[in-house]
């Protein structure tokens, strides 16, 4: 008998965190890496080195493959277009896709869907922004339209000479800009949506998502104190993003949540989208009945999709960025002893200041212990001194 295959796209922290996944249901996981010492390279058998840009790679990677997926979302589109063409099952597709990789296009397209928006506008030149900024309180947000992740290609500008830089790069053949108004949201929520090609979606609780520096710090499973009606809408957009734009795979939809101006319920406004599992997701790897991983497999496959379900009132997912530590592991041996129930996941990654080393769950039903164990563990990891003396008997962590 030959096991499914699904090749991915990409070898970091995504890719590898579907390996398990994908041993647990018998798949073949078959992943294009960077380098041989790649974060998946390190736990994928069948990791062939090369680029996400290589089309030769990629035509080999998707031999005999049942579905190529992605871990990341710059690959060129063209390339998909001629794959699909040639019968290859690619989840998402290339039209999909687009809408993840080009801001401009995604904006303009959740706008025909009547999908709740920042006010935006696409750039052609600094006089553009400077009627932007006066039309809209004389500060804005302004972006490129490919490339930015966690906070690059962002920028919080007064005036249009704060991005003439920007400017001059998109001249010489640079992602062309957009800008957005600066929200004034009141949190970020995300909810992450799942969806195989016959036509099946399911989406998991609503999480809130804490920035610090543009990049996702911990995430909350579900959004404490989040209005029902706030969530209805939420899981609302989500949902139909993802049949309007044809998704298949995880779809991550990222909110801001916004009071509303008639004093109802907070409205939510769409900030970005992956086509992916994602960040705000990981908690779904201990907190839930199906992880976004795993659920991922299984819908780029066009199986049944599984059960969403939380399997406790509460999961903090903290992540852990950067370390003093030349080696996060060697904490382990600390968080273990100090909370058993801290489930922790290290992505095999040299350290760098900032970096995304790993994450760390913590789930349970005080709120305010979840977060407090979660917030430890990875300050543990992180090397901080302060965080390895031993807790009181009283601290200690239901069941333990």
């Known amino acids: 008998?030959?096991?499914?295959?699904?090749?991915?796209?990409?070898?970091?922290?995504?890719?590898?965190?579907?390996?398990?996944?994908?041993?647990?249901?018998?798949?073949?996981?078959?992943?294009?890496?960077e380098s041989p010492t790649s974060s998946a390279a390190q736990v994928v058998v069948d990791a062939p080195v090369g680029a996400a840009s290589d089309e030769a790679a990629i035509i080999r990677l998707a031999e005999g493959a049942d579905a190529l997926t992605f871990e990341h979302e710059h690959v060129p589109n063209a390339l998909l277009d001629r794959l699909e063409a040639a019968g290859v099952a690619v989840h998402p597709d290339a039209a999909a896709l687009v809408?993840?990789?080009?801001?401009?296009?995604?904006?303009?397209?959740?706008?025909?869907?009547?999908?709740?928006?920042?006010?935006?506008?696409?750039?052609?030149?600094?006089?553009?922004?400077?009627?932007?900024?006066?039309?809209?309180?004389g500060e804005a947000v302004v972006k490129t339209s490919r490339g930015g992740y966690d906070g690059k290609g962002v920028r919080v500008v007064r005036s249009a000479d704060e991005a003439a830089d920007w400017f001059a790069a998109a001249a010489c053949g640079g992602a062309p800009l957009l800008v957005e108004e600066k929200v004034p949201f009141t949190r970020e929520l995300a909810v992450l949506v799942a969806r195989r090609p016959s036509g099946e979606t399911r989406t998991w609780p609503v999480v809130e998502s804490v920035q610090r520096e543009g990049v996702c710090s911990e995430v909350v499973a579900p959004a404490p104190d989040l209005d029902p009606a706030t969530r209805a809408e939420a899981v609302d957009v989500a949902t139909r993003i993802a049949r309007g734009l044809g998704v298949t795979g995880v779809l991550a939809v990222e909110l801001f949540e916004v009071a509303d101006a008639a004093g109802g319920p907070p409205r939510v406004l769409v900030n970005e989208l992956a086509m992916r599992p994602h960040n705000s997701g990981h908690w779904t790897i201990d907190g839930a009945v199906t992880s976004q991983f795993e659920q991922h497999l299984r819908a780029v496959l066009d199986l049944p999709l599984g059960d969403t379900a939380p399997r406790s009132t509460w999961t903090v997912m903290a992540n852990l960025l950067g370390s003093t530590l030349e080696d996060p592991t060697l904490a382990l041996a600390d968080v273990a002893r100090l909370d058993p129930g801290a489930k922790v996941h290290l992505y095999g990654k040299e350290v760098r200041a900032g970096r995304k080393l790993g994450h760390v769950n913590v789930s349970g039903e005080d709120l305010a212990d979840v977060r407090r164990r979660a917030v430890r563990a990875v300050a543990l990891l992180h090397g901080a001194p302060s965080a390895r003396r031993e807790h009181d008997p009283a601290d200690a962590p239901a069941g333990t």
């Not at 699904?6 to 965190?17: K, N, P, S, T």
């Not at 959740?110 to 709740?116: E, T, V």
């Open 1 to 33: 008998m030959t096991a499914p295959v699904v090749a991915v796209v990409g070898g970091g922290q995504l890719a590898r965190m579907m390996a398990p996944a994908a041993t647990a249901l018998g798949l073949h996981l078959r992943v294009l890496v």
């Open 99 to 137: 809408h993840a990789q080009d801001k401009i296009v995604m904006r303009t397209r959740l706008a025909a869907l009547g999908i709740p928006v920042p006010a935006w506008a696409a750039l052609a030149s600094p006089a553009d922004l400077a009627r932007f900024l006066a039309d809209h309180g």
